[in-house]
Structure formats: C-alpha cells, structure tokens
C-alpha cells in the first residue's frame, strides 16, 4: 500500500482524481508537477503541501515561486523538476498522469529508485515498452497500471502465476464518438465533433485519440508491452456501454472480465492500495439497471489508426515511437484546428515510411524517432 505519492500532470483530468483519492485514503502528496496551470497548481500546493510543486514552463514556476513564498513548498520548473519529484525520497510511489513522451524519463529515473510506478501515461509504455519492463524487472520496481483497460487485465490476471496460461488478452474499446461512419463521413469532423465522447469524461489529447481509434491502438501496444504478449494475442473489440473494461481469455475456454461504472478512480484507488482493495463512496455498478452488453469488431479501414498501430507493433524497433510521435504532433494540430480528422492517420503513416526505423534501440534511439517523427508532420502540414 502507497503511503506516498509524486503525482506527474496533477493538474490533468487523471491528476485531479488522483488527488481526489489521495485525500480520501489518507496518501500523502510529496510532489505535484504539471505543465504550466500557476493558478490550479497553486491551489493544489496549498490545499496538500506537497515538498516540491513543479511547473515545466520556466515563467509559470517563476510565478508559482512568487506565489508561494508564504509556503515551504519548493518550486522547480522542466526536466529537472519532474526528475527530482520523480527521486524525491518522501514518496515510495509516483503516479505518472502526464500526457506524452515527457513521462518517459521521469518514469525510468523512479524505476532506478525501486519506486511503485501507478502507470497512467500510456505513451512511455508505447514508445519505450521494452527498456521500461526490462528496467522494471531490473530493479524489483512494480508497475501498476492505471488505464481502465490494464487495470481491468491486472485486475483478472491476480492469481495467474503462469502467463502460459493466458489465451488472449481482450482489451475493450467505446468506439467514440464516431462509430458507426464510413471513412465519408468521418472527414468532415471537426475538433468539437472529436471533443463529444460519449462515455468518458478525459483530457482533450485522448478524447481525440478515442476518437480516431488510435487510443485502442495505443493501448493494444501498452497491453503487449506491459503483460509481454505478441500482437496476435492481444485483440480490440467494440462495447459501446464501457461496462466490461476488458477480459483475459485462459487456455482452458475461462475468460474473466473486470465490469464497473466508467469511473478512473477506481484503477486509480486500486494502484494505490494494490495488493489490497479500499472501500469506494461511488454507487457500484447496478447490474439491474444496466443496458445490454453488446460486443463487434472494431472498423479499421474508417477507422485507420487502429491498423497502423497494429502495423507499427508487427514492425517493433522504433515504429511505434514514430507511431506516437507522429500522433502526439497530428492530433496537437488536429486540435489548433490546422488540419482535418482524416489528415491525423494520414500523417502518421507518412511518418512511418520516411522515419528511418532501428531495432533494438537505445533510449537516444527512441528519443531521436520521436523528435524525426514530429519534424516529419510539421514539414508536411507547412
Ligand atoms: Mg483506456
């Protein structure tokens, strides 16, 4: 159980709630760091005085210093701030709810530190999956997810010693917004369009990722990655009503699924107390009043992220980086309203043919896909 926590993008829709759960298990907030929010970081530092607050834009911690100088919070600002919340050695678990490739070295560096990794920045595991499970094992490090549909699979693979064992895992997916459309009809959505999801209330990043399926794919990624399945063991399937979060399907015919309220605190409550469970003020799911379960496979010819990321997993190396990357730079553009729906897959798989790939890559290797990967949509969008 977490007695501790450095909360990376505490300001983030994950962030939020993790304090929400914080404050209702009794955890202590060692650190608190987001990207640039002065006012809502300011009131999170003194409502849980944190030792350290971050903000990675220089000018916002400057603020925040000022602001806070009643306090004894310190302030820090960048790389080196997330670092030093990540090492703080007040708290034993950091929670990771920073969108993007950012998280990627704050994570390792906790890692090295033996830390419990509450897991909500999926893109670490989808960019560097292998140096962050080898490094995890390394070093005796638990890595607990905190997306619905990891939690789900951890949730059901409690008490499973063989991965053998494990047939297929089924990762469930809402559709979004736009199920149901042909590729037609998909093309003239817009950035509000996107923004409407019917089921989970989530930061803009991923309610667009939701939208286009490359969330699914992500996280078909995440879940090959975190369980160290291949690509044909680990399948999307449709379930409008985010009810069953997903399933683990065992040799023998048994599949086990995890079923609730859509509600992130719940994973997030459960990687904080894991091995244990804490009571929840939530209503629990009425199984009573709940509408049909209904399953379908997934479009991935509209929908053509959900493809490219199962292309770029089949590749490995660096292709899922440049898969990420180019997303991370496509949907930013997608949300400056710069570009149409469709042009998100599109540039993603330009970036996967110029993007020169490696195998087996070294962290630079990974940072240096990333960066090639978002110069590759720019010089296209301009
Ligand atoms: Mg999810």
Same mark, same amino acid.
């Given at each position: 159980?977490?007695?501790?926590?450095?909360?990376? /993008?505490?300001?983030?829709?994950? !962030?939020?709630? *993790?304090?929400? #759960?914080?404050?209702?298990? $009794? #955890?202590?907030?060692?650190?608190?760091?987001?990207?640039?929010?002065?006012?809502?970081?300011?009131?999170?530092?003194?409502?849980?005085?944190?030792?350290?607050?971050?903000?990675?834009? +220089?000018?916002?911690?400057?603020?925040?210093?000022?602001?806070?100088?009643?306090?004894?919070?310190?302030?820090?600002? $960048? %790389?080196?701030?997330?670092?030093?919340?990540?090492?703080?050695?007040?708290?034993?678990?950091? &929670?990771?709810?920073?969108?993007?490739?950012?998280?990627?070295?704050?994570?390792?560096?906790?890692?090295?530190?033996?830390?419990?990794?509450?897991?909500?920045?999926?893109?670490?595991?989808?960019? +560097? $999956?292998?140096?962050?499970?080898?490094?995890?094992?390394?070093?005796?490090?638990?890595?607990?997810?905190?997306?619905?549909?990891?939690?789900?699979?951890?949730?059901?693979?409690? /008490?499973?010693?063989?991965? $053998?064992?494990?047939?297929?895992?089924?990762?469930?997916?809402?559709?979004?917004?736009?199920?149901?459309?042909?590729?037609?009809?998909?093309? /003239?959505? *817009?950035?509000?369009?996107?923004?409407?999801?019917?089921?989970?209330? %989530?930061?803009?990043?991923?309610?667009?990722?939701?939208?286009?399926?490359?969330?699914?794919?992500?996280?078909?990624?995440?879940? %090959?990655?975190?369980?160290?399945?291949?690509?044909?063991?680990?399948?999307? &399937?449709?379930?409008?009503?985010?009810? &069953?979060?997903?399933?683990?399907?065992?040799?023998?015919?048994?599949?086990?699924?995890?079923?609730?309220?859509?509600?992130?605190?719940?994973?997030?409550?459960?990687?904080? *107390?894991?091995?244990?469970?804490?009571?929840?003020?939530?209503?629990?799911?009425?199984?009573?009043?709940?509408?049909?379960? *209904?399953?379908?496979?997934?479009?991935?010819?509209?929908?053509?992220?959900?493809?490219?990321?199962?292309?770029?997993? +089949?590749?490995? /190396?660096?292709?899922?980086? #440049?898969?990420? !990357?180019?997303?991370?730079?496509?949907? !930013?553009?997608?949300?400056?309203?710069?570009?149409?729906?469709?042009? &998100?897959?599109?540039?993603?798989?330009?970036?996967?043919?110029?993007?020169?790939?490696?195998?087996?890559?070294?962290?630079?290797?990974?940072?240096?896909?990333?960066?090639?990967?978002?110069?590759?949509?720019?010089?296209?969008?301009?």
């Amino acid at each position: 159980m977490t007695r501790s926590i450095a909360l990376l /993008g505490s300001t983030g829709s994950i !962030g939020r709630q *993790t304090l929400e #759960v914080a404050r209702e298990l $009794g #955890v202590e907030v060692a650190a608190l760091t987001a990207n640039r929010s002065v006012d809502l970081l300011e009131q999170q530092a003194r409502a849980f005085r944190p030792r350290l607050a971050v903000l990675c834009d +220089a000018d916002a911690a400057n603020e925040l210093r000022r602001r806070l100088a009643d306090t004894d919070v310190e302030v820090m600002s $960048g %790389m080196d701030g997330l670092l030093a919340a990540a090492t703080m050695d007040e708290a034993d678990t950091l &929670v990771t709810a920073v969108v993007g490739m950012i998280g990627l070295r704050p994570t390792l560096a906790a890692i090295e530190r033996k830390k419990r990794i509450a897991l909500a920045n999926k893109e670490t595991l989808v960019c +560097a $999956g292998e140096l962050v499970m080898d490094a995890a094992d390394r070093h005796g490090a638990e890595l607990i997810p905190v997306d619905s549909e990891h939690s789900a699979i951890f949730q059901c693979l409690q /008490g499973c010693r063989d991965r $053998g064992e494990i047939k297929r895992l089924l990762l469930t997916c809402s559709g979004g917004p736009f199920y149901g459309l042909s590729r037609g009809e998909l093309a /003239g959505k *817009t950035r509000a369009d996107a923004l409407r999801h019917p089921n989970w209330t %989530m930061g803009a990043k991923i309610t667009v990722d939701s939208a286009t399926l490359m969330n699914k794919g992500l996280e078909l990624i995440e879940a %090959m990655r975190l369980y160290r399945l291949p690509l044909a063991r680990v399948e999307a &399937v449709i379930h409008r009503q985010s009810i &069953v979060h997903s399933l683990v399907e065992f040799r023998d015919g048994a599949l086990l699924a995890q079923l609730g309220t859509p509600d992130m605190k719940l994973p997030i409550r459960y990687a904080l *107390t894991y091995p244990n469970r804490a009571p929840s003020a939530e209503p629990p799911l009425d199984l009573l009043s709940c509408p049909p379960l *209904t399953f379908a496979p997934p479009d991935e010819e509209a929908f053509r992220c959900l493809k490219l990321a199962k292309q770029a997993a +089949a590749a490995g /190396g660096t292709a899922c980086a #440049v898969l990420n !990357g180019a997303n991370e730079a496509a949907v !930013g553009a997608f949300l400056a309203e710069r570009i149409g729906f469709l042009d &998100v897959p599109a540039l993603v798989e330009r970036a996967l043919a110029e993007v020169a790939q490696v195998s087996n890559p070294t962290l630079s290797d990974i940072l240096e896909a990333d960066r090639l990967s978002r110069a590759s949509v720019e010089r296209h969008i301009s």
